[in-house]
């Protein structure tokens, strides 16, 4: 059953019942529509309630059918809502927990609405590049007015209950001691013979010169709305609630929302939706996997990753204490996170009283009896196996059994580090990204002994930590830095042959992402990449590089914190200048190479960027490193800045088609460094089948 029906005195309730948040899906809208029928056929029953069980009143339409004809088919919600609206006995909304999207729609259809306070209250469309399209833009002016209802639309922001209490959406805002059914049932039975029943509709929405607002709601939500269609659309569709009549609007409404759902925007915006949440399923790992108790945390190394690991737990309410070798190092690291934190303050985005309580609950210290009663200690020292070695025995030796001794290695082997314990099951890798106490993607990565009550308690404590924990198997990378090396190959190559910095950024940076990769070797530190490639020329020399990225190490050019890598900066300013000495040495180096430079269009770099990282996607999907092609996404997404308007590599090459892609780069293995481009296995059998990575 996805909506029960019960009969209380004269008052019929309708229970809308589909786990988890009662998604308006076809089964609920037709077991609701019966349950009308059925109150109207019951000259016993004089007004009806319909509310939500378990954690929700309703969470809107059912995302999951988006992609299947069951999104349109009848009864359409559009449909509910008309048959609640047009009841010939009162219909009373009772709300509790969240009224969202269609939810919010079909209890404005209702005659009257009660709420339990708390409840959160949203048309949340937007943010899946959708406007609400079962008449939540032409209803909710009418209740809210014209502008807090186009602020809630095109925000897609939830509002609480209470805070809406005395306008027009409802009737009765209870105490938070009370039974709401209870006092729905009581509600009902008073306006039973109320007549005319009211109806939203039949208000009217009042703005004196609307046309100004609505122009200047137009000029502002473009400017702000990126790539994004939808935005725009919500004020379009908002705006014809005054301009239009009552049922003009909602054809309007209609025939741009079932537009909005074709875009690949929408597409990709609830690609990311549930790929977020799928994240934290293994499918080893079943959700009653015991997971270990995190109440006191410990860090290794307080440098530039250990302090922001620090800050994590300390936003989080846990005390942690970070351990280093020398009291200087430990001072300036504690300095650091002290002024981060002031920062935030003066910024306004904290307030005294949490500033306090963050900066209390880290501790320093150069001890290891200090940490040994510590939960879980994430080691974040230099990355160097020797180093970390020394580090794990000595964490073997002093923590207390049962603690989780995690390592924030980005390219070590986590085996490898396990098996210098004598608790291997106990090990973990749990790679942040910088700055770690802002960006949100959580690598962690499952040791082939790590055992799974550690793997959970990593991914109950990445939600914990707010980020988007992605599991990810041992191998030289993982999943993100594995991918981005084949991405910034190609954006070396691409040098060699004819383009210069500026020009492959600004390509990149058109296709969406935040930074193309010159900017971003730039901010991260070139001599990082010069590190790993250096050890990568002894250890496998049949991987080719351009020598570029080397030649301007050598010139001293790590980036921005030397002052200049690929381009020059200016103090107190992050925009990047174009350097002449760079771009000669580029240009010479083509000439060395005998290399004729030629003019290469926007299309090719980012084909060949993109798809570097969709092949190598491929290889880790097939070797089992990423569990699904959805991970592989939220890595990118959460990670390295891929736009989200494009749903992360693996989902956007399925936009482009995979016998497209592959085409593609059947004709770069023509060009230089054509082995670059040996098709993975896995995208030449998808693209056999005509499948998709994500199905
Ligand atoms: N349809 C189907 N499943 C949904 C859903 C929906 N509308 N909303 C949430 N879910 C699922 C999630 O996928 C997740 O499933 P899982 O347990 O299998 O992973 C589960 O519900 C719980 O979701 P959360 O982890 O997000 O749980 P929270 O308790 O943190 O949040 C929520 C609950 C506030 C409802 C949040 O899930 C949310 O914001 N959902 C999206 C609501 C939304 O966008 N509604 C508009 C839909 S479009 C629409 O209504 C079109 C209409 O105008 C025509
Ligand atoms: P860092 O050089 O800024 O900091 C390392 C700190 O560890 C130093 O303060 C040092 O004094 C301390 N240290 C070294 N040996 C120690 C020991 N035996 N005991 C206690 N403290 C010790 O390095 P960073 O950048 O913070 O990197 C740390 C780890 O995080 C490395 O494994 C790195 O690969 C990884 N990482 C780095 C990222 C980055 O962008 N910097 C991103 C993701 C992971």
């Known amino acids: 059953m996805s909506a029960d029906y019960q009969v209380h005195g004269t008052v019929a309730v309708i229970t809308l019942n589909n786990p988890p948040v009662n998604g308006l899906g076809l089964e609920t809208r037709a077991a609701a529509v019966q349950g009308m029928r059925r109150a109207l056929a019951d000259d016993a029953v004089n007004a009806i309630v319909i509310t939500g069980a378990g954690k929700a009143f309703s969470g809107g339409a059912d995302i999951r059918e988006f992609n299947s004809p069951k999104a349109l088919a009848e ?41 339990m306070p708390g409840a959160q209250i949203a048309l949340p469309e937007v943010k899946l590049g959708l406007l609400p399209g079962a008449g939540g833009t032409q209803r909710l002016p009418r209740v809210l007015g014209l502008e807090a209802a186009l602020n809630m639309v095109v925000s897609g922001a939830p509002v609480l209950s209470e805070k809406l209490a005395g306008t027009a959406l409802f009737d009765a805002v209870f105490g938070a001691e ?12 008073k306006v039973a013979d109320v007549r005319p029943l009211p ?78 949440r799928m994240t934290s399923k293994v499918p080893d790992l079943p959700a009653d996997t015991p997971v270990r108790t995190i109440a006191k945390a410990a860090v290794i190394g307080a440098g530039t990753m250990g302090g922001g690991i620090a800050m994590n737990f300390a936003n989080a309410g846990i005390p942690v204490t970070i351990l280093e070798m020398k009291p200087e190092a430990l001072e300036k690291g504690l300095a650091t996170i002290r002024k981060n934190y002031e920062n935030t303050l003066k910024k306004g985005k904290l307030t005294q009283q949490k500033f306090d309580q963050r900066v209390a609950l880290i501790t320093g210290s150069l001890d290891y009896a200090e940490i040994a009663d510590a939960d879980i200690v994430v080691e974040a020292v230099f990355e160097d196996m020797g180093v970390k070695e020394a580090v794990f025995k000595k964490l073997d030796e002093v923590m207390k059994p049962g603690a989780i001794l995690a390592s924030n290695t980005s390219t070590l082997d986590v085996d490898k580090i396990a098996a210098f314990t004598s608790r291997p099951q106990d090990v973990i890798g749990t790679h942040f990204f910088s700055p770690a106490n802002v960006m949100k993607l959580l690598e962690i990565v499952r040791g082939a002994k790590t055992g799974k009550d550690v793997l959970a308690t990593a991914l109950a404590l990445s939600k914990k930590l707010k980020k988007t924990g992605v599991v990810s198997g041992v191998c030289d990378g993982f999943i993100g830095n594995r991918m981005i090396e084949q991405y910034s190959r190609q954006a070396g190559f691409l040098l060699e042959e004819g383009c210069l910095p500026e020009q492959v950024d600004k390509a990149m940076e058109k296709f969406g992402f935040a ?47 030397t002052g200049g890598g690929w381009y ?56 089992g490193i990423a569990l699904r092609a959805s991970d592989i996404d939220m890595v990118y997404l959460t990670g390295y800045g891929f736009p989200l308007h494009r749903g992360g590599p693996m989902f956007y090459a399925d936009t482009v088609g995979l016998p497209n892609v592959l085409g593609a780069m059947e004709r770069m293995a023509r060009g230089r460094h054509g082995d670059a481009w040996k098709p993975a296995p896995l995208l030449v059998k998808l693209a056999a089948e005509g499948k998709g990575f994500n199905g």
């Open 178 to 189: 009370d039974n709401l059914l209870e006092q729905a049932l009581a509600f009902a039975e």
């Open 199 to 276: 109806k939203v509709r039949d208000r009217k929405v009042d703005y004196p010169n609307h046309e100004a607002f609505l122009q200047f709601s137009r000029n502002t939500v473009k400017a702000m709305s990126g790539p994004f269609p939808a935005p725009l659309e919500c004020v379009e569709t908002v705006a014809a609630s005054v301009t239009k009549k009552f049922d003009d609007g909602l054809a309007f409404e209609r025939e741009r929302f079932i537009a909005l759902m074709q875009t690949n925007e929408s597409k990709a915006l609830r690609h990311a939706f549930f790929s977020e």
């Open 568 to 623: 020059d900066y200016k103090a107190g300013d992050r925009k990047a200048y174009p350097n002449e000495e760079v771009n000669a040495m580029i240009v010479k180096h083509s000439a060395d190479l005998g290399i004729e430079r030629r003019k290469i269009s926007d299309q090719e770099i980012v084909e060949r960027l993109v798809y570097a990282l969709v092949n190598e996607g491929a290889h880790i999907l097939e070797e």
């Open 515 to 561: 930074m193309g990769p010159f900017r971003m070797g730039d901010l991260a530190g070139n001599d990082i990449g010069w590190y790993i490639r250096k050890r990568r020329y002894v250890e496998s020399p049949e991987i080719t590089y351009s020598k570029t990225a080397d030649l301007l190490c050598e010139m001293g050019r790590f980036g921005q914190k």
């Open 75 to 115: 009864p359409s919600l559009a449909s509910l809502i008309r048959t609640v609206e047009d009841s010939t006995k009162p219909v009373v909304a009772a709300i509790h927990t969240v009224a969202m999207g269609g939810g919010l729609e079909l209890a404005l259809g209702c005659n009257y609405r009660v709420a």
